[in-house]
């Protein structure tokens, strides 16, 4: 039970690590075996090394990262990250939920620290980038010779992209719950906030990442794989153009979708009565279509029912405005006539005088 309480009490930004961790090793892995494979370490006579040292430099860098990201903290040291935004990720959140009672101002800090952080990919460059230049420091030190570097480097590009990539993905698809409590948290105390707009940060560019999946595909099995030939690199352009235009296709028809219902959302507010309507033949947008046409004609009939009232409302304000200039104005009279009836019982006592 304790182990469980201490487990519950990981800090945030380590548990957005964790849910990278198994893709980056799927990526390591790769790199890995792409240089077992390809590699001439019986020329060299390093194969054991490196069988020893590239796992080893990939735990090594993955324990140094952690402990930048706070992970000291899961065992109760007490220290502050290098960085400000992971510690006010680490203080603020427990249970991958924000603590309540935060001021404005750090619910904003939390906003932005939270919506930088699928793009540090920088990060996982330094990172994956250090284990590649250790090894291939330690391989040209042992060998004496560059037979081997260039498929190191190679394997460990490739890798490094793949990581970079899809790592991203993960870490927005972890921080999409937090995230959207800060903006509900925001939302309710009445706060703007500045979306931190990017071009690398919408679903028409992550779409097209897609399209380098076959790129790398290709690049594997023509440098590591099938024999270097004029036969091979035609099939492999064929196979990249199909997978290419497929990909394009694809990536259009869901782009225009979330297209129209944007230019949907922006009609709403008009008086018009708004229709959505789709060319696309995918369950799941047709059935969102429906839903917003629903949601559209309940708009616009609560819209009609609200003018009706501000008519019928206006008509009786002019109503009452009628009656009290009419009530007022026999008042006015009553109390001109009250004052004359003064005056001529005043006069009539002055003539029996």
């Known amino acids: ?8 009490k990981v800090p945030y930004t380590i548990d957005i690590i964790l849910s990278v961790l198994g893709w980056a090793g799927l990526s390591a892995a790769l790199g890995y075996f792409l240089i077992l494979s390809q590699a001439d370490f019986t020329t060299t006579g390093t194969k054991d090394i490196f069988v020893f040292t590239f796992p080893l430099y990939v735990v090594l860098v993955a324990f140094f990262t952690s402990i930048e990201y706070g992970s000291l903290r899961f065992f109760g040291i007490k220290v502050k990250e290098g960085r400000r935004e992971l510690r ?5 959140i427990k249970n991958r939920h924000i603590l309540s009672n935060l001021s404005t101002k750090t619910l904003k800090e939390i906003f932005y620290a939270l ?4 793009r540090d990919w920088f990060k996982a460059v330094e990172a994956a980038g250090l284990v590649v230049l250790l090894t291939l420091l330690t391989e040209w030190l042992v060998s004496g010779t560059t037979t081997n570097l260039f498929i190191i480097l190679a394997s460990g ?20 719950p937090t995230l959207k409590e800060c903006r509900e948290f925001l939302a309710k105390r009445g706060e703007k906030i500045k979306e931190p707009y990017s071009k690398f ?10 399209l380098l999946i076959p790129i790398i595909i290709v690049l594997v099995i023509l440098i590591f794989i099938a024999p270097f030939n004029l036969e091979t690199i035609i099939f492999s352009l064929i196979g990249l153009g199909m997978a290419t235009i497929i990909s394009r296709v694809l990536s259009f028809s869901i782009y225009q979708a979330f297209l129209g219902i944007r230019n949907f959302v922006k009609e709403l507010p008009k008086e018009e009565k708004t229709l959505f309507s789709t060319g696309s033949l995918d369950t799941e947008i047709i059935d969102l279509s429906e839903y917003l046409n629903k949601a559209a004609n309940e708009v616009y009939d609560v819209r009609t029912e609200i ?18 200039k009419l009530t007022v104005g026999r008042e006015l009279k009553m109390v001109e006539l009250k004052k004359q009836i003064q005056e001529l019982k005043e006069k009539l006592k002055d003539l029996k005088k």
Not at 307 to 324: A, G, H, I, P, W
């Open 88 to 92: 006010v990720l680490n203080d603020n």
């Open 157 to 176: 590009l490739i890798s490094i992209f793949l990581l970079v990539m899809f790592a991203n993905f993960f870490a927005e698809r972890f921080i999409f």
């Open 1 to 8: 039970m304790p182990y469980f309480k201490r487990f519950s």
């Open 201 to 210: 940060n919408n679903f028409r560019t992550k779409l097209n990442l897609l």
């Open 307 to 324: 003018e009706k009232s501000k008519t019928m409302l206006q008509e009786r304000v002019n109503e009452l405005e009628r009656f009290y």
């Open 115 to 118: 919506a930088e952080r699928p």
